[in-house]
């Protein structure tokens, strides 16, 4: 088939063992701590889900240089739990997620312009540009379920420049993997391909120029970039 012009090529992610994954969406989490909701000035008896979106584009793979973005003093990181799906539907039970919909989970990085976030919450203005510009998913290989096993707890830490700045357990978030993959099943048909970043702990704050950033996840590849 021709095209007015070539079509952009497709998105990927290493994967342990296996062919490299094509990304098609990312869903992200919001507020799926109880520290984190607290910090951001939210309570969490009324916490209610919900989510927004970055383009597949917005992958930056492992080890490297993240350019600090325009339009921003006030660059956060957040480590997350990435789920990868390779499979999808709609209405998707939750007890059939861990064992059917998994293809496997990787440590990302919500990468935010904070400031933007907070002017556009005042306003009452969508997060789309505090959230979903260039590079603003950073993201380690994928590990298979096949290896990893399912993953429910462990350690979910963020450290600058060797410092921890984020600190917790994944056992701890509010909506667990397989609610989360059933709320957004109800919404939308979910399809192969698809991430979902699962939310970060409370510890947020600023990066700079020439920081270095470590996101881990207990038993995953570490995630390492560089701001540069």
Same mark, same amino acid.
């Given at each position: 088939?021709?095209?007015?012009?070539?079509?952009?090529?497709?998105?990927?992610?290493?994967?342990?063992?296996?062919?490299?994954?094509?990304?098609?969406?990312?869903?992200?989490?919001?507020?799926?701590?109880?520290?984190?909701?607290?910090?951001?000035?939210?309570?969490?008896?009324?916490?209610?889900?919900?989510?927004?979106?970055? @383009?597949?584009?917005?992958?930056?793979?492992?080890?490297?240089?993240?350019?600090?973005?325009?339009?921003?003093?006030?660059?956060? @990181?957040?480590?997350?739990?990435?789920?990868?799906?390779?499979?999808?539907?709609?209405?998707?039970?939750?007890?059939?997620?861990?064992?059917?919909?998994?293809?496997?989970?990787?440590?990302?990085?919500?990468?935010?312009?904070?400031?933007?976030?907070?002017?556009?919450?005042?306003?009452?203005?969508?997060?789309?540009?505090?959230?979903?510009?260039?590079?603003?998913?950073?993201?380690?290989?994928?590990?298979?379920?096949?290896y990893s096993g399912t993953l429910s707890s462990g350690k979910i830490e963020l450290k600058v420049n060797g410092e921890i700045r984020q600190s917790g357990d994944i056992g701890d978030m509010i909506l667990?993997?397989?609610?989360?993959?059933?709320?957004?099943?109800?919404?939308?048909?979910?399809?192969?391909?698809?991430?979902?970043?699962?939310?970060?702990?409370?510890?947020?704050? @600023?990066?700079?120029?020439g920081d270095v950033i470590e996101a881990t996840v207990s038993g995953l590849e570490p995630l390492i970039i560089t701001i540069g």
């Amino acid at each position: 088939m021709n095209y007015a012009f070539p079509p952009t090529s497709i998105v990927t992610l290493d994967a342990m063992s296996s062919n490299p994954f094509p990304v098609r969406r990312i869903f992200c989490m919001g507020q799926n701590y109880a520290a984190h909701v607290q910090e951001m000035g939210g309570t969490v008896s009324a916490h209610e889900p919900f989510f927004f979106m970055k @383009p597949a584009g917005a992958v930056l793979h492992n080890n490297s240089i993240f350019p600090y973005p325009s339009n921003t003093a006030d660059l956060q @990181p957040e480590v997350e739990l990435v789920v990868a799906l390779h499979k999808g539907g709609k209405n998707i039970p939750a007890d059939k997620v861990n064992y059917d919909y998994i293809f496997g989970y990787a440590v990302g990085l919500d990468m935010t312009k904070r400031d933007l976030q907070r002017a556009a919450r005042e306003k009452g203005h969508p997060w789309d540009m505090a959230k979903a510009f260039d590079h603003s998913a950073p993201c380690s290989a994928i590990t298979p379920e096949f290896y990893s096993g399912t993953l429910s707890s462990g350690k979910i830490e963020l450290k600058v420049n060797g410092e921890i700045r984020q600190s917790g357990d994944i056992g701890d978030m509010i909506l667990k993997i397989p609610q989360m993959v059933n709320w957004l099943s109800n919404q939308i048909e979910l399809f192969p391909g698809d991430l979902i970043f699962t939310g970060t702990p409370a510890g947020i704050g @600023p990066v700079i120029k020439g920081d270095v950033i470590e996101a881990t996840v207990s038993g995953l590849e570490p995630l390492i970039i560089t701001i540069g």
